[in-house]
């Protein structure tokens, strides 16, 4: 099946994609920032200028538009997952496309946790309405649970006491007659 667009045409099209300020990724720092967390956007001095960079967490959020990226296509049989259809005109080069972009993502996550960087990737799929709720709660999870680690915080453990040991008045009792029997 031929273009049905004109190669100007194709151009204005393809070049009104935009790589910052998506919609899914605006549905994510819209949801990040009502749950109290802070981040920067598209840090150039990091590898890959990840969507979004919480310096708290030491944590880079990149949110990938499923055809882009390729989520879930097997490469290896080049077949076309649920979330990305990899177009039948000019195969060959969406094809090398993706597996570029998969490989340059790849590469860059890896440069970043060698800096000390954890990554967390966000398919534009994963933010339907049916799912946006749980991947969000998930992702807020996975921030808190890298802070508990990076800040070795502990768990502290309530001491046992004996109930027979403790003279505390019940809500029920009177606190004058309580405190007159100590005296």
Known sequence: MADVH????????????????????????????????????????LPGHPDLVLRKYRTCIFVNGCFWHGHLVDMKNLENSVCCKI????????????????????????QLAAMGWHCITVWECELKPSKREKTLDSIAFTLNHIWLQDHHAKVAQYPLVDEED??????????????????
């Open 6 to 45: 004109t190669p100007q045409q194709r151009h204005t099209n393809m070049a009104a994609i935009r790589s910052k300020d998506t919609k899914p990724e605006i549905i994510v720092r819209r949801e990040l920032w009502k749950r109290g967390f802070r981040y920067r956007l598209n840090h150039k001095r």
């Open 87 to 110: 177009p039948n005109t000019n195969r060959d080069f969406w094809v090398a496309k993706i597996l570029r972009n998969k490989e340059r993502d790849k590469e860059e996550q890896h």
């Open 166 to 183: 403790l003279q505390m008045p019940m809500a029920a009792e009177n606190c004058n007659e309580t405190y007159n029997q100590r005296q």
